[in-house]
């Protein structure tokens, strides 16, 4: 084992020597008892496994314990016999609360030691805001023999990186802004030079407006193919409301090889999946509609009820929006469907706000009003209440119109007030999509 | 321990006996590799976690594997030696990628045995849809010796019940809808009966527009006294864009006294923090904003540019919202500023488009088109680009107008475009609240 001089002192050395045994595995613990609740989730994890995957290193577990020494201890050690590197996130703060710091040191039986570089760090950290250090923070000061302290450059807390034989410790605070840049740093200088070139690529090809058992049914004879081939490429499904993922990916030393096996597997998926393809490299489907308008210098207005302004959230939602997004309105009352569309008012009396006639009106109103390519006009009913007989919950109306022509739909969406709002925009997202293709 | 008859056969019975040591203590274990990539958190578990702390049954640990029986196995066992209860998801499916219920058995040293009515279960699943049951089905109908299994109306495979010794096991299938009516069975039927009247109760309070350090300077004096309490009360408090949140909980047996307990902290805590809190008992801005809309029978009608519909979207999130959300305007262009909310084109030419001048006129003009009781007017730059010197991305104006007057405050939010949405949009639905509540 490598024994550091400590404390912030080695930021820009590389510690992986030629001898050491490749990181391919790693186990990420998140410590906090408001993880335990039904209200929070780990999202840091998510973070840590993209920057990991990258450099070839693959998570074989996560596990969320409570400011508990024991369960964090158990955790712990369990997870540093199974796998090369332990990640472990939160409870470094400078409370009793925060357990990570001594349990750590003591499940790898080394004794904790005050570094004079990171006491004169965090009291810096006051002394620039006009604040003596409060004594409760020395605890921060405290660093297992041979760790190697992490600068913290947004909160008090340093990370700590451990080398313990062949296996690898990463303690990094919880907070999102404070933890990411420390994990930049070990990736790029403690772990990437000692991965070799073994890296996990991936594709991620998303598609709108088709059942999961569809997709699987055309998908699977091409996929299943690529199990025996060199390289392998590993492919799984996932569904979500309105859209279906194809996650392809290739564990490979050769990147030019990688990623021309995969083009080729995102070739193979084109041919039976065509446009209902809507992304191959994970793009948003607001991004993908947003790209395809400003390659052709078009802006686009809309207009809704059900959705409540999440279609045109969701498209502003791209930063430089506001080149192609011009205006959109939300109409839930009839007045303001009259008012600011010119929807004629007996339309809605005789066919009702939920019809195609005041789709398609609603569409072409918000178009010609704003004077733009294209208008897109959504009614419906998105529940629980509100329904009838021959309109019930879930029934939205999406039409789209151009200076040629217009288009229109009814759709009979499944699931709760969230679901059917959101899979409304996802279809009228894809429509302009959809449209826009066909337009060379 | 008890040997079950098998096979659903059950379900009717109550299985925890007087001598049973009462279930405290939980760990769930979600099975799946895609739970293991950057794209895909476990949510599961977030409702299992609900269900068992309104039993009283504290979650102590969570974790996920993929789908390798090895690591399957050391988290089962090491979760099985420090908690009351295991339950585990995911991974019942038929293929050999599903590895939880040999996995389980093995673990705990049961054969496996093929279960008749399981499979009759399973059969008729197919039959009603025309279909011969499929080989490879036969699996899920292997059920390790002594447990019961659980009937799926939605899916082939079935959940188990699992007692072994003073400790229970439960597995479930992954998919929500599948895994959620057993868990309610099992809560109702094998769990709340040896739970004696040990439950959790919980009041999330809620607060907009302070800062994280400010609430905790305010609460800490007050909350820090209830540790010492009968019952004891426990607090976390817990940061999101702009929203703080108080968490109290007590585990107590006599819900009179709990519930009594809870209402007088949060009195006390209303004393310290008076109108910041929006919420004592975890509702939403929105439907806090909604209730005061709908008590007062007043309608509200909105005009913003950065936020994009996310205002209006949170509004009509709330199901009924359309009995008091009119219309909302998203006038991305200074042309639909000036046609829809009639904002005079000399005011954007001369104040610019993010003012307070422009957002009292958005303001004012969306309340007066649609004859409503409150307007509320946004513009500002939500970033990364668009800023200058003197208006940074993050600068956001805000104005609510009414018949008798308006309201205006600029802000200058940190974070990136999403952070800068959101917390625009509750700080608009904050300055609404706020004002609502002075009108008697």
Known sequence: MRHGTGAGRDRGRVHVTQESRPIRTAAIIAVGSELLTPFRSDTNSLAITGRLNEIGIEVASKQIVGDE???????????????DLVVVTGGLGPTSDDVTRPTIA????LPLEESEDVLERIRQRFAVRGLAMPEINRNQALVPRGATALANDNGTAPGLWIEVGHRRVLLLPGPPREMQPMLDLVVREYLAPGSGNMRLYRRVLKIAGRAESHVETLAQPVYSRWLAADPRISTSILAAPG???????????????ARASLERAVG???EVLGLD????????LEEVVGGLLRARGWRIA??????GGLTSARLTDVPGSSDYVDRAAVTYSNRAKVEWLG??????RDRGAVSEEVAEAMAIGVREGARVEVGVGITGIAGPGGGTEAKPAGTVV??????????VRTFRFVGGRAQVRLQSSQAALDMVRRWLLEQT
């Open 69 to 83: 020494p024991q369960d964090l201890a158990a955790a712990f050690t369990g997870a540093l016999q199974r796998t």
């Open 106 to 109: 003591r499940a790898l039986d």
């Open 243 to 257: 859209q279906i993922e194809l996650h392809l990916g290739i564990r490979s030393d050769n990147p030019d090889q």
């Open 268 to 270: 193979e998926l084109r």
């Open 277 to 284: 393809i809507f992304a191959d490299d994970g793009q948003s």
């Open 302 to 307: 809309l207009a809704a009820s059900c959705t």
């Open 343 to 348: 929807v004629p008012d007996d339309l809605i």
């Open 398 to 407: 999406i039409a789209i119109a151009w200076a040629g022509g217009r288009r």
